[in-house]
């Protein structure tokens, strides 16, 4: 069955540390695509990044990357120098090309970053 | 600018009264999901659609209704509303196809009384 699982519920940290957001998931399916989101105070949910099941490459954006692990099932997100505008709920999530209807969310990782 | 609009973004209601969330696309997308947001529980689909009059259950569709008349739009309906139907309701679009990235509308509070 597929899930997806955010381990950590909530991480503080201070203006300036790296900060990483786990992310593992189980799929059968050997095509699929991995997602974050992240859901500021605000509330909307903003797209951050999508990555196939056949593209390993570590992807950098900014202070933002991302490893992408199929070996281990996950894909984890990294902040290099956390800023306060860092601060929101991410969410990770996973599609299967078997099955285009849903996406499926883990929990969510609440960041808080002080200053 | 493309954009999934939901309406309305904040609502008080009480037990019963029926009421209908609006989502609206301007991409020309054929899927629209609407997603429920709950603290613990990340989100769940509740109903989508692959495209006009093709409507079909999510993971939590009860007490939910839904219909596309017309590609841009995809109402939410909970034809008589509970305490327990209160949470953050997100709309979504995309083209379709599971590598496709979805677009979420601002949300919705519903709090039903």
């Known amino acids: 069955a597929q899930k997806v699982t955010q381990a950590q519920t909530e991480i503080s940290v201070v203006e300036k540390e790296d900060v990483t957001l786990d992310c593992v998931y189980e799929t059968r399916d050997t095509t699929y695509y991995l997602f974050w989101y992240k859901q500021p105070p605000s509330g909307e949910l903003v797209f951050l990044i999508r990555r196939n099941s056949f593209d390993e490459q570590n992807e950098i954006s900014g202070r933002y990357s991302w490893n992408f692990q199929k070996s281990t099932s996950s894909f984890n997100f990294t902040i290099t120098a956390s800023q306060v505008v860092d601060s929101a709920v991410y969410f990770c999530a996973l599609s299967e090309a078997k099955d285009t209807d849903k996406l499926i969310f883990g929990t969510g990782t609440r960041l808080q970053v002080f200053p | 600018e493309a954009q999934v609009t939901q309406n309305p973004r904040y609502l008080i209601t009480v037990t019963g009264k029926k009421l209908t969330v609006t989502c609206s696309q301007n991409?020309?997308?054929?899927?629209m999901s609407w997603y429920r947001q709950d603290p613990g529980l990340g989100l769940r689909q509740i109903y989508y659609s692959m495209n006009v009059e093709v409507t079909d259950k999510g993971d939590v569709p009860e007490g939910y209704k839904v219909s596309r008349k017309e590609k841009r739009n995809f109402p939410l309906i909970l034809e008589s509303p509970s305490p327990n139907q209160t949470s953050l309701y997100f709309c979504?679009?995309?083209?379709?196809?599971?590598?496709?990235?979805?677009?979420f509308g601002a949300g919705t509070r519903l709090s039903v009384l």
């Open positions: 979504a679009s995309s083209t379709g196809m599971a590598k496709n990235i979805q677009y």
């Open positions: 991409m020309n997308h054929e899927y």
